[in-house]
């Protein structure tokens, strides 16, 4: 008879396709993997509110300013949702945000690239959040019940935000040169670093395995890769838009594109630190987290003088 | 001055009110004290955007040259903006930021109220979904002034400069001119005289109840419905309006 709480049970549930629940017996790593990588999908939709808030006291219409503003408050949604999921693992908000601040919990690399013109924005939506959703949909079936139903309500908006971000990508390439231009430079320089987004090539991703079979990982970093590459070159040339790699070839008999090799060094120095935004990033969640510190402060107090006066009147 | 002309000029107030309230709200994306308050935040300023959109379309429909509200937002050079002063003013701290909430949300709070009754249809239905979302703006705007003023000393110390600081721009929210009267005549605009007791009231209420003081009558800053602004305005506008004025034949 298996121990309710003994890891060959554990992974017999994994492996009959049962989902882990908050209060059920877990390994100690399959807690720590966890709460690394929900903690980084958190922070990155939080970061992710910095190169788009970049942009929203200069969107060029009313209705494009509209759809970003709640395009943001989506993604802030999302890493509410998320540090909520990540605190039924027994790590509290606090020590979340504090771990960011460190450097010890990191966030999508992707976020440490700055967006430069309008055409970003339509970059982000399209690319980064298309190579986000391939990645999402997979982690819908992944083995921890509160990341999968996270992971479910997630889905749903990120695909509108893809669209969008085509939408924005689309119009501007039917438009003036400088928009065509400005969609174009967008395009390469939010290219590589997207395909970057699914991480190291299977061969050198050290924590895949365990992660395949714990069954938080449904799908390798490569098969993943290969699902984004394959769905949006066919968009990019709907819209007139040039790919930024020479290698790339269509495979007739796989029916998947063939790339050139990705720059693995540049993935390494931004993962160290040295990106273009790096620093800013940081700083700017440092600065606004501290700033607002007697706020919580504050509301604290509050919280506590009207409890106690409360009990006193109880 | 014809019904339909001070109609026009009312309700590009009103959207100039709302698109640089709205501005201003934006600049806070990712900067709150905490992600449900960023949320919150952003959430008034895409109400404020919205509500922008929908009276500059209606404006552009009245002035009848054929503009859209993007036009009226977008092209206008600053002494054509009517907004309030207080819409205007940098955010500051986060005192700064609910002490401008408080005022104007109690403020929208009655007139949105009152103007759904206005005879201009359109102007009524804006205002009726208007009404639902300040309330709510409103309501943030209290919880705040009164967590913040009865929370510590420096969240007190922070509300009370901020109150004194934004007084000076709160009476112009009540001056009327031509238009207002024109149009109140018409059934169409709200009288603002009636309003000014209930304002003051509701801000009494609310800033005893978070200990604080009520601001000293003071001297009244005063121009923005002549067009005349603070220096904040040109900011916002070189920023607001930066696409769309370097590259004028582009579709966005």
Same mark, same amino acid.
């Given at each position: 008879?298996?121990?309710?709480?003994?890891?060959?049970?554990?992974?017999?549930?994994?492996?009959?396709?049962?989902?882990?629940?908050?209060?059920?017996?877990?390994?100690?790593?399959?807690?720590?993997?966890?709460?690394?990588?929900?903690?980084?999908?958190?922070?990155?939709?939080?970061?992710?509110?910095?190169?788009?808030?970049?942009?929203?006291?200069?969107?060029?219409?009313?209705?494009?300013?509209?759809?970003?503003?709640?395009?943001?408050?989506?993604?802030?949604?999302?890493?509410?949702?998320?540090?909520?999921?990540?605190?039924?693992?027994?790590?509290?908000?606090?020590?979340?945000?504090?771990?960011?601040?460190?450097?010890?919990?990191?966030?999508?690399?992707?976020?440490?690239?700055?967006?430069?013109?309008?055409?970003?924005?339509?970059?982000?939506?399209?690319?980064?959040?298309?190579?986000?959703?391939?990645?999402?949909?997979?982690?819908?079936?992944?083995?921890?019940?509160?990341?999968?139903?996270?992971?479910?309500?997630?889905?749903?908006?990120?695909?509108?935000?893809?669209?969008?971000?085509?939408?924005?990508?689309?119009?501007?390439?039917?438009?003036?040169?400088?928009?065509?231009?400005?969609?174009?430079?967008?395009?390469?320089?939010?290219?590589?670093?997207?395909?970057?987004?699914?991480?190291?090539?299977?061969?050198?991703?050290?924590?895949?395995?365990?992660?395949?079979?714990?069954?938080?990982?449904?799908?390798?970093?490569?098969?993943?890769?290969?699902?984004?590459?394959?769905?949006?070159?066919?968009?990019?040339?709907?819209?007139?838009?040039?790919?930024?790699?020479?290698?790339?070839?269509?495979?007739?008999?796989?029916?998947?594109?063939?790339?050139?090799?990705?720059?693995?060094?540049?993935?390494?120095?931004?993962?160290?630190?040295?990106?273009?935004?790096?620093?800013?990033?940081?700083?700017?969640?440092?600065?606004?987290?501290?700033?607002?510190?007697?706020?919580?402060?504050?509301?604290?107090?509050?919280?506590?003088?009207?409890?106690?006066?409360?009990?006193?009147?109880? | 001055?014809?019904?339909?002309?001070?109609?026009?000029?009312?309700?590009?107030?009103?959207?100039?009110?709302?698109? $640089?309230?709205?501005?201003?709200?934006?600049?806070?994306?990712?900067?709150?004290?905490?992600?449900?308050?960023?949320?919150?935040?952003?959430?008034?300023?895409?109400?404020?955007?919205?509500?922008?959109?929908?009276?500059?379309?209606?404006?552009?429909?009245?002035?009848?040259?054929?503009?859209?509200?993007?036009?009226?937002?977008?092209?206008?050079?600053? $002494?054509?903006?009517?907004?309030?002063?207080?819409?205007?003013?940098?955010?500051?701290?986060?005192?700064?930021?609910?002490?401008?909430?408080?005022?104007?949300?109690?403020?929208?709070?009655?007139?949105?109220?009152?103007?759904?009754?206005?005879?201009?249809?359109?102007?009524?239905?804006?205002?009726?979904?208007?009404?639902?979302?300040?309330?709510?703006?409103?309501?943030?705007?209290?919880?705040?002034?009164?967590?913040?003023?009865?929370?510590?000393?420096?969240?007190?110390?922070?509300?009370? $400069?901020?109150?004194?600081?934004?007084?000076?721009?709160?009476?112009?929210?009540?001056?009327?001119?031509?238009?207002?009267?024109?149009?109140?005549?018409?059934? $169409?605009?709200?009288?603002?005289?009636?309003?000014?007791?209930?304002?003051?009231?509701?801000?009494?209420?609310?800033?005893?109840?978070?200990?604080?003081?009520?601001?000293?009558?003071?001297?009244?800053?005063?121009?923005?419905?002549?067009?005349?602004?603070?220096?904040?305005?040109?900011?916002?506008?070189?920023?607001?309006?930066?696409?769309?004025?370097?590259?004028?034949?582009?579709?966005?």
């Amino acid at each position: 008879m298996h121990n309710e709480h003994s890891d060959s049970n554990f992974q017999s549930r994994i492996d009959k396709g049962e989902h882990i629940e908050a209060r059920d017996y877990m390994p100690e790593n399959y807690r720590k993997h966890l709460i690394r990588q929900m903690s980084q999908h958190a922070h990155s939709e939080v970061i992710g509110m910095q190169p788009e808030g970049n942009w929203i006291t200069r969107a060029p219409s009313l209705r494009s300013k509209q759809i970003l503003l709640a395009k943001i408050q989506d993604e802030g949604g999302h890493g509410l949702y998320l540090y909520s999921a990540a605190e039924t693992l027994g790590i509290s908000r606090q020590e979340l945000i504090q771990s960011l601040h460190s450097g010890k919990a990191k966030y999508s690399n992707i976020f440490n690239y700055p967006a430069l013109n309008w055409a970003d924005i339509g970059a982000i939506g399209w690319l980064v959040d298309g190579a986000a959703i391939v990645n999402q949909v997979s982690l819908q079936r992944t083995s921890y019940g509160p990341y999968s139903r996270a992971m479910v309500r997630i889905c749903k908006e990120e695909s509108f935000h893809q669209r969008q971000g085509y939408e924005i990508m689309a119009k501007m390439m039917k438009g003036t040169k400088d928009q065509q231009a400005m969609a174009q430079d967008a395009m390469n320089r939010w290219w590589w670093p997207s395909l970057m987004m699914f991480g190291p090539h299977d061969t050198d991703s050290p924590r895949s395995s365990d992660a395949v079979k714990w069954r938080i990982k449904r799908e390798t970093n490569d098969e993943l890769r290969q699902k984004f590459i394959d769905k949006t070159i066919p968009q990019a040339e709907l819209i007139g838009l040039k790919v930024p790699d020479d290698k790339i070839k269509l495979d007739e008999k796989t029916g998947h594109y063939k790339i050139g090799e990705i720059n693995w060094e540049e993935f390494q120095r931004v993962v160290a630190g040295h990106g273009p935004c790096n620093k800013q990033r940081l700083d700017h969640h440092k600065l606004y987290f501290n700033q607002g510190a007697w706020v919580r402060e504050a509301a604290e107090a509050y919280k506590q003088k009207h409890l106690k006066q409360e009990m006193q009147t109880i | 001055m014809t019904t339909k002309e001070a109609t026009f000029t009312y309700t590009l107030r009103l959207g100039d009110d709302a698109l $640089i309230l709205g501005h201003r709200l934006s600049e806070l994306c990712s900067k709150a004290p905490f992600i449900e308050e960023d949320l919150a935040l952003t959430n008034i300023a895409l109400d404020m955007i919205g509500r922008a959109q929908a009276m500059l379309s209606h404006a552009a429909e009245l002035e009848g040259k054929g503009k859209t509200a993007d036009d009226l937002a977008y092209r206008r050079p600053e $002494i054509n903006y009517y907004n309030h002063l207080i819409t205007e003013q940098p955010n500051g701290d986060f005192a700064h930021t609910i002490v401008r909430q408080l005022y104007l949300s109690a403020f929208e709070f009655l007139f949105y109220c009152e103007l759904e009754k206005s005879k201009d249809e359109t102007l009524a239905a804006i205002a009726k979904k208007a009404s639902k979302e300040v309330q709510y703006h409103w309501q943030h705007a209290m919880d705040w002034t009164i967590r913040l003023g009865d929370g510590t000393g420096e969240s007190k110390r922070r509300m009370q $400069i901020a109150l004194y600081e934004l007084w000076m721009y709160t009476g112009e929210l009540f001056e009327m001119d031509a238009v207002d009267e024109t149009l109140i005549k018409a059934g $169409i605009a709200v009288d603002l005289t009636s309003l000014k007791t209930q304002w003051l009231n509701l801000i009494k209420n609310t800033v005893t109840e978070a200990t604080l003081l009520m601001p000293d009558d003071t001297y009244m800053q005063s121009g923005s419905r002549k067009g005349i602004h603070s220096e904040h305005l040109g900011h916002i506008l070189s920023e607001l309006q930066y696409l769309q004025r370097a590259y004028p034949d582009a579709i966005w």
